[in-house]
């Protein structure tokens, strides 16, 4: 048997993308560990999704930045995923930009899902930027995380219609039904050592584009 994957996950909210990475582990017997569940966020849903599951989950002081960690919280937050013994880290709506140290400690294995289909509408809402532009499909989007914003190698993309009478939450709700299958593919993809990046060229992930 292959020695299993040891997966960090970085959250700040309700947790439903890791609920999803957990229930495949199991359900597949994918050969894949979560070591340890961290938030910026000490009442975050996520941090109870994962205790509820007997896994580590701890809240991590984010520091004096709002839209990022400070450097010491960026230690911090490192030093536990090492201890964990966390080789992969998947980020599960967590809303601070990861850089530099970070992303030094886990070159070229840090993931990201991002609620559109990049690279359009990059940053926040992104959603409410499709909506709002009149774009008749979008979609989910995993990535790796490099230095810029939403910019990293796409290891997949699943497409989801924009409906005529869709509210910004009617289709957020859309779009993290295609996440929950999305994230899981690529970890069980990474899990069973298929997953190939050239620069920024990817395969090995199945199921993409597959709408809802
Ligand atoms: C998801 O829509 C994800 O795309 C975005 O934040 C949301 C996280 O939701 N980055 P959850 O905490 O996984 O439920």
Not at 23 to 43: G, Q, Y
Not at 58 to 86: N, Q
Not at 137 to 142: F, I, R, S
Request: net charge neutral; proline share 7%; aromatic share 6%.
């Amino acid at each position: 048997m292959s020695p299993r994957l040891r997966l960090g996950v970085l959250g700040s909210g309700k947790g439903s993308n890791f609920v999803a990475i957990a229930d495949a582990i199991r359900e597949r017997n994918l050969p894949v560990e979560v070591a340890l569940v961290i938030s910026d966020v000490p009442d975050a849903g996520i941090l109870q999704h994962a205790k509820d599951r007997g896994i580590a989950a701890r809240f991590i002081e984010p520091g004096r930045f709002r839209t990022k960690l400070d450097e010491e919280s960026e230690v911090a937050y490192t030093s536990a995923l090492r201890e964990a013994g966390v080789e992969w880290v998947a980020l599960a709506g967590f809303m601070r930009i990861l850089k530099g140290e970070f992303l030094r400690a886990f070159p070229g294995r840090v993931l990201n899902i991002h609620p559109s289909l990049l690279p359009s509408f990059p940053g926040l809402e992104a959603w409410r930027q499709a909506l709002d532009y009149g774009v008749k499909v979008t979609g989910c989007t995993v990535h790796l995380v490099d230095q810029g914003i939403d910019t990293g190698p796409i290891l997949a993309q699943r497409a989801v219609p924009v409906h005529p009478d869709d509210t910004p939450s009617t289709l957020h709700a859309r779009i993290q039904q295609a996440e929950k299958l999305a994230y899981p593919a690529v970890i069980e993809t990474i899990a069973r050592s298929e997953l190939r990046v050239r620069g920024r060229l990817t395969g090995g992930v199945p199921g993409n584009v597959t709408g809802l």
